[in-house]
């Protein structure tokens, strides 16, 4: 299967998709592209732009994104700062893309667990590589043709780059921040979504 990886991230995937992956990209892309890179599904990884119903029709939905969130929690952008914010649980998940953004049928997840002293930029890191190995997993063991299709839960939250906007201010450090400083953060202005 020709597969066309989208997002900054697609370098470390050429390992595991090998020959598989026949191009990349980081830029919007239309059908005509699709049709001049041959391409027959999608991989989403980082990816900021919406992926068009006319292109998931183009490819008979074989598109799945990889998204650094636990969802169904923290949709859209910044998904690993606003685990930290808001308290909500943190991992990695692997989901069919469909009209809404990161609201498709989920493929498969992975908890992240962190150490005390982590910031927002060494939590990022950590799920990077799960990510990664995600993909690799989703590669090995069902590639398009096998991989499952389970709703996602209930709830959850979405979040847009403006609201992200709104709390950089909380990044004294940028992403050198310590995690502990945005979650207390959260906590003193109710921003909690889970208490525990």
């Given at each position: 299967m020709k597969i066309l990886v989208l997002g900054p991230n697609a370098p470390l995937l050429?390992?595991?998709?090998?020959?598989?992956?026949?191009?990349?990209?980081?830029?919007?892309?239309?059908?005509?592209?699709?049709d001049q890179i041959g391409c027959e599904a999608i991989i989403?990884?980082?990816?900021?732009?919406?992926?068009?119903?006319?292109?998931?029709?183009?490819i008979?939905?074989?598109?799945?994104?990889?998204?650094?969130?636990l969802l169904p929690w923290n949709r859209g952008s910044n998904p690993n700062f606003w685990s930290w914010i808001?308290?909500?649980?943190?991992?990695?998940s692997a989901h069919w893309v469909s009209s809404n953004i990161d609201y498709g049928d989920l493929v498969s997840q992975a908890e992240v667990g962190f150490e005390q002293d982590e910031t927002l930029r060494s939590s990022y890191d950590k799920l990077m590589k799960t990510a990664t190995s995600l993909v690799s997993d989703f590669w090995i063991n069902h590639g398009f043709e096998n991989a499952p299709r389970r709703p996602q839960p209930e709830g959850g939250s979405t979040h847009t780059q403006s609201q992200f906007n709104y709390?950089?201010?909380?990044?004294?450090l940028g992403n050198d921040?310590?995690?502990?400083?945005?979650t207390d953060f959260g906590k003193q202005n109710g921003l909690w979504l889970l208490k525990n």
């Amino acid at each position: 299967m020709k597969i066309l990886v989208l997002g900054p991230n697609a370098p470390l995937l050429l390992p595991i998709l090998g020959a598989s992956m026949v191009a990349e990209s980081n830029e919007p892309i239309d059908v005509y592209e699709l049709d001049q890179i041959g391409c027959e599904a999608i991989i989403s990884f980082g990816y900021r732009y919406k992926i068009s119903d006319r292109i998931l029709e183009h490819i008979n939905g074989n598109a799945i994104n990889f998204h650094i969130s636990l969802l169904p929690w923290n949709r859209g952008s910044n998904p690993n700062f606003w685990s930290w914010i808001e308290n909500t649980p943190k991992g990695v998940s692997a989901h069919w893309v469909s009209s809404n953004i990161d609201y498709g049928d989920l493929v498969s997840q992975a908890e992240v667990g962190f150490e005390q002293d982590e910031t927002l930029r060494s939590s990022y890191d950590k799920l990077m590589k799960t990510a990664t190995s995600l993909v690799s997993d989703f590669w090995i063991n069902h590639g398009f043709e096998n991989a499952p299709r389970r709703p996602q839960p209930e709830g959850g939250s979405t979040h847009t780059q403006s609201q992200f906007n709104y709390y950089s201010h909380v990044l004294r450090l940028g992403n050198d921040t310590l995690c502990s400083e945005i979650t207390d953060f959260g906590k003193q202005n109710g921003l909690w979504l889970l208490k525990n």
